[in-house]
């Protein structure tokens, strides 16, 4: 059983719904996400994801862009995300799911990046960017490492790529919740219990919904139906207001405990 | 390409071919080609210029293809009233595009007025400073003209914005993508629409020169009218096809937009191809005096046929770009948009090395209006 798979399985069996956290490495630099990933963990985050900056981050909405913007501007590469998350892996229960677009792995190259991962205790990676027809190599690769390839599904998704991602996704399925960008809603979209009951009849992996989430009743309601609730923007937008102040990761562990009551 | 696109593309992929084999959609499109866009464009032999570029220069015959003088000014209309037409016939009651020099956005507009739609256009907040007038155009057309303030506020901050728009309206929304770029269909859609400039220059020439040209020139920053141009040549393997891209100030990181000349194999915007990038796999900024050519990736059409030998290409930089808009202005009347300077300038350079009797075939694909502010600072 892998990390993930583990993890979902004790989410299913103590019935609480589970969080996944988004954050975007290097915002506001290197150092200071080695302290966030630690202070999630803490709190009892389920799953990390660790957004990889893309100078052309076209799926995300205006907070996650501000927020690749501070990390490229303080020179976070993929490179070295993985070389940080090689040192604390050690220091940290949660899997670990790389959230990246295609271009960055590209460059660094399928296989290389495949053996990185491996080396800095990755368990999931999820190209935003990369449909399924065209995953299968990168997947192969991963595969072979013990790394599970997570794979998004929209409300646009048709039945029949549902099931192609049933069969060639794993660890869990991350499904939009919405048409449009990553950012935090007051409320949850309406389609959301639908796309997942969609997913659960073809599919007995996990599922956790994503984009729009930002309180405890979203994760709460989410949680009714789905295996976890993912937070992306709100939490990123709390590292945005205290990325220089000595609370940061207080507050990171205050807001994540907060979510999950 | 994210998976919230994946289905209106597919759909989008269906509803274009299954335009282009109803004759009605065909009629409808040819119909407004001729008589709002004024198509047939003339073949014009440019004596004067080939006469001062030198060498054997009197004896290269020059041949401009006066895409210019399309109603709106450039080519882009070809496209934009395909596009425009076939969002209609998918049912979409709104449209979105991105622009660079504007030239696109003025297209778009126009076809969006003729055909009643509702029309929003993405453009860099850059390119809305070195570009102010094509803004008000659009404005006049009935079109929103949203600034996009992210990254180089250029063309490819524009599509990113663009294409945001589209993935949160896919239901009545039609994404009019301006460039030979992007995922498919639209790097082949483009090319289609646009190839109406390859088969009429290929006509026009067998008959003015009789015979078909040596080498044909176009700018290349998507690269859909170099592209249109080339499409109908591409059989016939004596004519040499060179795309000239952008050199800006010089062939150095964040200094020009010649993708073939510093660029390598990566994945922007739904499309694999040649990418300006660093070596993290980021995107570098581009600069070119010319809003159309500042982009940091190329057609992938335009890589292939590269790969296949079929193409060639070069850069000219900003000052030369500057020198064909003055020489094609002084010496035959025209004013060039700047993009097109870019082949104007490298038709110059070329010509002193050619032999006698060759004949050469130049897109001009738009026309300089839009420039004239950005040239006169440029001369300052």
């Known amino acids: 059983m892998t990390r993930l798979e583990q993890t979902f399985a004790r989410i299913r069996s103590n019935g609480h719904p589970g969080l996944v956290t988004y954050i975007t490495a290097g915002d506001p630099d290197l150092d200071r996400t080695a302290g966030i990933l630690r202070a999630l963990d803490r709190a009892g985050a389920d799953v990390l994801e660790v957004g990889v900056p893309f100078s052309d981050p076209l799926a995300d909405g205006p907070v996650i862009q501000r927020a690749t913007e501070r990390a490229l501007a303080s020179g976070t590469t993929l490179s070295g995300v993985l070389d940080l998350l090689r040192t604390i892996r050690g220091d940290i229960r949660a899997p670990i799911v790389i959230f990246s677009y295609a271009n960055p792995i590209l460059r660094l190259g399928s296989e290389r990046f495949a053996d990185r991962a491996r080396d800095a205790g990755v368990d999931g990676v999820l190209i935003l960017d990369l449909p399924i027809e065209e995953a299968d190599e990168s997947r192969t690769m991963l595969t072979q490492r013990g790394i599970d390839t997570i794979l998004l599904l929209s409300p646009t998704t048709t039945d029949e790529r549902l099931r192609r991602a049933a069969e060639l996704g794993s660890g869990f399925l991350y499904a939009i919740s919405r048409l449009g960008v990553t950012g935090a809603r007051d409320a949850l979209a309406a389609g959301a219990q639908d796309m997942v009951e969609r997913i659960r009849r073809v599919s007995d992996l996990p599922v956790a919904l994503g984009f729009g989430i930002s309180k405890p009743d979203h994760v709460r309601e989410v949680g009714r139906w789905a295996d976890a609730a993912v937070v992306g923007s709100s939490l990123v937008d709390v590292i945005a207001r205290e990325g220089t102040s000595a609370d940061l990761n207080t507050r990171v562990e205050e807001y994540v405990r907060w979510l999950k009551s | ?380």
Request: glycine letters at 12%.
């Open chain 2, 1 to 380: 390409m994210p998976e919230t696109l994946v289905a209106p593309i597919e759909e989008l992929t269906a509803g274009y071919y299954a335009a282009r084999d109803d004759e009605a959609f065909c009629d409808e499109l040819d119909g407004l080609l001729k008589h709002y866009v004024g198509r047939p464009t003339p073949l014009y032999e440019a004596r004067n210029l080939a006469g001062t570029a030198g060498g054997a220069g009197g004896d290269v015959r020059v041949f401009l293809k006066r895409e210019d003088l399309t109603h709106t000014g450039a080519h882009k209309i070809n496209n934009a009233l395909g596009q425009a037409l076939l969002a209609k016939r998918m049912g979409k009651r709104r449209v979105v595009a991105e622009t660079g020099a504007g030239q696109h956005g003025v297209a778009t507009a126009t076809a969006c007025a003729l055909l009643g739609l509702e029309c929003r256009v993405y453009m860099g907040t850059e390119d809305m400073r070195r570009q102010a007038l094509n803004v008000v155009r659009m404005q006049l057309l009935g079109a929103t003209v949203h600034g996009v303030e992210a990254g180089s506020k250029t063309l490819k901050d524009a599509i990113n914005e663009a294409m945001r728009d589209w993935v949160a309206n896919v239901h009545d929304t039609y994404y009019l993508l301006g460039s030979a770029l992007g995922p498919h269909p639209y790097p082949l859609m483009v090319r289609e629409f646009q190839s109406v400039i390859g088969r009429e220059s290929r006509a026009q020439i067998l008959e003015q020169a009789g015979r078909l040209p040596d080498v044909v020139v176009a700018c290349v920053g998507g690269g859909s009218n170099a592209i249109g141009i080339f499409d109908a040549f591409l059989d016939d393997t004596s004519v040499r096809l060179i795309g000239v891209e952008a050199g800006g100030e010089k062939i150095a990181p964040g200094r020009h937009a010649a993708r073939f000349a510093g660029g390598s194999a990566g994945v922007l915007q739904g499309t694999r191809t040649y990418v300006l990038q660093d070596e993290a796999g980021n995107i570098e900024l581009t600069h070119s005096i010319s809003a159309g050519l500042d982009y940091a990736a190329v057609g992938p059409e335009h890589a292939w046929l590269r790969e296949l030998g079929r193409t060639e290409y070069a850069y000219i930089t900003d000052t030369e770009a500057l020198d064909g808009f003055k020489t094609l202005a002084r010496t035959e009347g025209i004013l060039p948009a700047l993009e097109s300077s870019h082949a104007i300038a490298y038709t110059m350079q070329l010509i002193p090395t050619l032999k006698p009797g060759t004949i050469v075939l130049v897109n001009l694909s738009g026309r300089g209006d839009k420039d004239v502010q950005t040239v006169m600072d440029a001369m300052k």
